[in-house]
């Protein structure tokens, strides 16, 4: 299938997990993928494994500087920008709040909010200057949901759901599709820190009950085609029986 032949997308935290395979289905479709992680040698070699369509580079989502470097490169290489997979994310610290280290949940903020704001406002004014653009943020159920020991993880992920929502008031009207993307519960390396933790009922879920990678990239990437033009400006989730029956699962 090339449906998003011509696109050009770039991925945050695109070196394992959901960001790697978001992007190695978005370039499957025929879109030209710019992937980053911090871990520019992990990044670079899922880039080479998609192919000529993939480009790579170092980045942390955290600096605005380097983010601004990065989607400029993006723009040089591919053209301007249709889709922003805004993926990456850190779990750290778990840590009950009363003995939690401060430095490290302003780390996670850092990173799953203010990083993922950095990279909307590094890319939005080419989106609004082409009337065009899809911004994806992925989200949690933990954004609704407290969960012991997760309170970094939570309220980031509080802050990004209500982010999306801004995204969607300040640009209506003007070609921007912005959605929340809740995964559910999949397996990859969060998950393995998840479990290592052994604090509250997600680190007790067994890695055989955990949902395939494959199964979110698929709702995630739907969320970049026009049949989900309907669900713009709302939080799809992977929990919800009526989106899954939409993407055939
Ligand atoms: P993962 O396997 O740990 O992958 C996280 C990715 O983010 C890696 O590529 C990592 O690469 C990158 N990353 C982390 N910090 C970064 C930073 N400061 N700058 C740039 N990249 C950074 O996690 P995952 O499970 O695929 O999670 C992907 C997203 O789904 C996250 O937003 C997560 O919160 C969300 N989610 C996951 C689950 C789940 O069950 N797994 C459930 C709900 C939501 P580097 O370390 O090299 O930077």
Redesign the pocket.
């Known amino acids: 299938m090339d449906d998003l032949k011509g696109k050009v997308a770039l991925v945050?935290?695109?070196?394992?997990?959901?960001?790697?395979?978001a992007a190695r289905e978005l370039a499957a479709r025929g879109a030209s993928v710019m992937l980053?992680?911090?871990?520019?040698a992990?990044?670079a070699a899922v880039a080479q494994g998609i192919g000529e369509r993939a480009a790579a580079e170092a980045?942390?989502?955290?600096d605005y500087a380097a983010v601004e470097r990065v989607v400029g490169a993006t723009r040089s290489r591919f053209g301007a920008l249709d889709i922003l997979v805004?993926?990456?994310?850190?779990?750290e610290p778990i840590a009950a709040i009363a003995t939690s280290d401060p430095a490290a949940w302003a780390r996670n903020i850092?990173?799953?909010l203010i990083?993922a704001y950095n990279v909307v406002r590094a890319v939005l004014p080419g989106m609004l200057a082409g009337g065009a653009g899809t911004i994806i943020d992925?989200?949690?159920?933990?954004a609704y949901r407290p969960l012991e020991g997760w309170s970094a993880?939570c309220s980031g992920?509080a802050g990004l759901a209500m982010l999306t929502n801004a995204i969607a008031l300040e640009t209506a009207g003007q070609g921007i599709r912005v959605f929340g993307f809740?995964?559910?519960?999949?397996?990859?390396?969060?998950?393995v820190?998840?479990r290592a933790s052994g604090m509250n009922v997600?680190s007790k879920i067994p890695r055989g009950d955990?949902?395939p990678?494959a199964h979110?990239v698929r709702g995630l990437v739907y969320l970049c085609t026009p049949a989900a033009d309907d669900l713009h400006g709302t939080d799809a989730s992977m929990r919800d029986d009526a989106f899954r029956a939409r993407i055939g699962l």
């Not at 945050?12 to 395979?21: D, Q």
């Not at 805004?86 to 779990?91: C, E, F, L, M």
């Not at 992925?138 to 933990?142: E, R």
Request: aromatic residues 2%; glycine residues 16%.
């Open positions: 945050t935290g695109a070196s394992r997990g959901l960001g790697e395979g980053v992680a911090r871990d520019g992990a990044v980045l942390d989502v955290s805004n993926n990456a994310g850190v779990i850092q990173i799953n990083g992925v989200s949690s159920g933990a993880y992920k809740s995964p559910g519960t999949i397996d990859t390396e969060m998950q820190k998840i997600i955990l949902l990678v979110a």
